[in-house]
């Protein structure tokens, strides 16, 4: 299963951010120039040679580009000038090589040399259709598009002397359009056999559900979760909450059991930031919220569901009455996986890891047994994800697994170790760093009053390196020897998929000076804020739409057979295309 997973999140890599409006314009006109040499050439290089083919690649090849863009754009405004450049690039580099090709073969054969370029304008043509269609997800002017930038470059090649295209323009547009036409049609074939596996296990083609995707990640529109509230099912999971009452405010570690995913603003990807400002607003309660026992199972099919996690923290908050407590840390290890308890009075809040091996998600029977486990030494048990050493490694660990054992084993190990209690204090800070690998939620820190004393580091990213992990807890490690104290570090993240928009699934933090500074800063400012506090442990159960585990299994299925098919059937579907097309020409 977990190389399945691999296979499907892997497509995720071909989405990149693309470099600036300038450096696209910059490479249309150096690829033009480029061309232009290349056309001119006869045997030396000289001054005249390089302006007259300077000359003359921009004008076959940059000018008809930079038309297409600008006319593309003032057709539609919603779409970014950077993607359009960033295809209408795509779509020279083609034209550039199609051209080069069609001036080499004219040396042997006229005919073959119109045929390269035909061909090559088609497959340019199928290009700017395809893109407007899923990636821009426009339906009809898609092939507008297409039109647009195939009339542009005809009319300027047609106006040139590079290359022998025939006597008659209306003839010559006709070959153009065929040629395209017919490839199109081929890549409706290729739609087609796509479309059929999602459209038959899900109700929604394989083009829409992608064309959805891309609204998302372009847009910020949230038309898939249509899709994933169709396919959803209703299951019951836990809220769990800590409340810590101080003499001026409260403080609340919140863990949803439900995973903050699938990514940008879909679903529980910004649970992490909305929950947190959520009740800051209502109730005025700074608010960590933690990383559950859960996997991708549990990703909520839409943002709405919110509404649920919040129902279910009003109810049980409106019942918690924080009492004065006392606080014990201890640290339990078995094998390659520990435990970190903080132990109150009437319950125990529990970070589980094995960095610096990979620390993945955790299935959420996984997690309801290691909590069982625990409430047979306290009254009640939250086990967090620490989340803290993202490895490259796409997986998640399962009941009856080796590392379920051990997780399981450190959870007791640390629960049976004897710790002097002492009375709770509380410190905490906020602080807000500009990051892409950053989301909304920030970095939270809390310190407690512990022996040794417990500085909790909580990160609102998409996992974190093992190495920086290192790296914050021996910086931190430094402020607590400057005090004459060793304490002990844990260090976070909510494994936030809001951030997930750029490029694969894997985004964890990195090595970053200025994050490593805010964090110090951070640290001394909760040292100073240590104050008394009074504690409460809540829990509720509370119903939710999920996609589920059945669904996630059937979409990573269903994507590596249309993946697994198309390897097949693309390659045959063009090459009985350019058959058909120079069967057509040869014939006009």
């Known amino acids: 299963?977990?190389?399945?997973?691999?296979?499907?999140?892997?497509?995720?890599?071909?989405?990149?951010?693309l470099p600036s409006s300038r450096y696209l314009l910059s490479a249309i006109l150096f690829l033009g120039i480029l061309l232009g040499i290349f056309a001119e050439y006869s045997g030396e290089f000289n001054f005249d040679l390089i302006t007259q083919g300077a000359m003359t690649g921009i004008f076959i090849l940059t000018i008809p580009a930079f038309l297409s863009a600008a006319t593309i754009k003032l057709m539609i405004r919603k779409v970014s000038?950077?993607?359009?450049?960033?295809?209408?690039?795509?779509?020279?580099?083609?034209?550039?090589?199609?051209?080069?090709?069609?001036?080499?073969?004219?040396?042997?054969?006229?005919?073959?040399?119109?045929?390269?370029?035909?061909?090559?304008?088609?497959?340019?043509?199928?290009?700017?259709?395809?893109?407007?269609?899923?990636?821009?997800?426009?339906?009809?002017?898609?092939?507008?598009?297409?039109?647009?930038?195939?009339?542009?470059?005809?009319?300027?090649l047609m106006s040139s002397t590079v290359i022998d295209l025939g006597a008659s323009p209306v003839s010559i547009l006709i070959k153009f359009y065929v040629s395209a036409l017919v490839l199109l049609g081929a890549i409706y074939i290729f739609f087609a056999i796509i479309n059929a596996p999602m459209k038959r296990n899900f109700g929604y083609s394989s083009i829409d559900a992608f064309s959805m995707f891309m609204s998302q990640w372009l847009y910020d529109k949230k038309d898939i979760e249509e899709a994933f509230e169709a396919v959803g099912e209703r299951v019951k999971t836990i809220l769990s909450a800590f409340v810590f009452e101080r003499k001026n405010d409260r403080i609340v570690f919140l863990t949803p059991y439900v995973h903050y995913g699938p990514f940008g603003n879909l679903g529980g990807s910004q649970f992490s930031r909305l929950l947190s400002s959520k009740i800051k607003k209502k109730y005025g309660a700074s608010t960590f919220v933690f990383h559950g026992t859960v996997t991708h199972d549990l990703n909520p099919s839409s943002s709405?569901?919110?509404?649920?996690?919040?129902?279910?923290?009003?109810?049980?908050?409106?019942?918690?009455?924080?009492?004065?407590?006392?606080?014990?840390?201890?640290?339990?290890?078995?094998?390659?996986?520990?435990?970190?308890?903080?132990?109150?009075?009437?319950?125990?809040?529990?970070?589980?890891?094995?960095?610096?091996?990979?620390?993945?998600?955790?299935?959420?029977?996984?997690?309801?047994?290691?909590?069982?486990?625990?409430?047979?030494?306290?009254k009640s048990a939250t086990v967090v994800d620490q989340h803290n050493a993202e490895t490259g490694e796409v997986t998640s660990f399962e009941p009856g697994s080796e590392v379920g054992y051990n997780y399981t084993h450190a959870v007791v190990n640390s629960l049976t170790e004897k710790t002097k209690p002492l009375p709770l204090k509380i410190g905490i800070s906020e602080k807000s760093v500009k990051s892409e690998f950053i989301?909304?939620?920030?970095?939270?820190?809390?310190?407690?009053?512990?022996?040794?004393?417990?500085?909790?580091?909580?990160?609102?990213?998409?996992?974190?390196?093992?190495?920086?992990?290192?790296r914050i807890e021996?910086?931190?490690?430094?402020?607590?020897?400057?005090?004459?104290?060793?304490?002990?570090?844990?260090?976070?993240?909510?494994?936030?998929?809001?951030?997930?928009?750029?490029?694969?699934?894997?985004?964890?933090?990195?090595?970053?000076p200025a994050i490593i500074d805010e964090i110090k800063k951070g640290v001394i400012e909760a040292h100073k804020d240590l104050?008394?506090?009074?504690?409460?442990?809540?829990?509720?159960?509370?119903?939710?739409?999920?996609?589920?585990p059945k669904q996630s299994i059937e979409i990573i299925s269903t994507i590596n057979s249309i993946i697994a098919v198309s390897k097949i059937a693309a390659p045959l579907i063009i090459f009985g295309a350019v058959i058909a097309i120079l069967w057509i020409l040869s014939r006009l």
């Open 531 to 548: 104050q008394p506090a009074k504690c409460c442990a809540l829990k509720e159960w509370f119903n939710i739409d999920v996609l589920g």
């Open 81 to 156: 000038f950077k993607r359009i450049l960033a295809t209408t690039l795509i779509g020279e580099i083609l034209y550039a090589l199609t051209y080069s090709l069609s001036i080499f073969l004219s040396m042997s054969s006229v005919q073959y040399s119109q045929f390269a370029v035909f061909i090559g304008s088609a497959f340019v043509f199928v290009i700017w259709y395809a893109v407007a269609r899923i990636f821009f997800v426009l339906k009809w002017r898609s092939f507008l598009f297409a039109i647009v930038q195939l009339i542009f470059h005809a009319f300027f």
């Open 439 to 470: 989301g909304g939620a920030n970095i939270k820190i809390a310190i407690f009053s512990s022996s040794p004393k417990y500085i909790l580091v909580l990160i609102d990213s998409n996992g974190i390196t093992p190495e920086f992990k290192s």
């Open 474 to 512: 021996e910086e931190i490690r430094k402020i607590g020897r400057e005090h004459n104290e060793e304490w002990e570090v844990g260090v976070y993240t909510t494994d936030t998929h809001e951030i997930n928009t750029v490029q694969g699934v894997l985004n964890p933090l990195r090595e970053d």
């Open 304 to 378: 709405d569901e919110i509404s649920r996690i919040m129902n279910a923290f009003d109810k049980m908050y409106a019942n918690g009455s924080p009492k004065p407590s006392k606080i014990s840390f201890s640290k339990g290890v078995y094998k390659e996986c520990t435990a970190d308890a903080l132990l109150f009075d009437d319950g125990a809040f529990i970070g589980v890891s094995r960095a610096p091996r990979v620390t993945e998600d955790i299935n959420f029977g996984l997690g309801l047994s290691m909590i069982s486990k625990a409430e047979n030494f306290v």
């Open 1 to 17: 299963m977990t190389q399945n997973i691999k296979k499907a999140v892997d497509v995720t890599n071909y989405l990149v951010a």
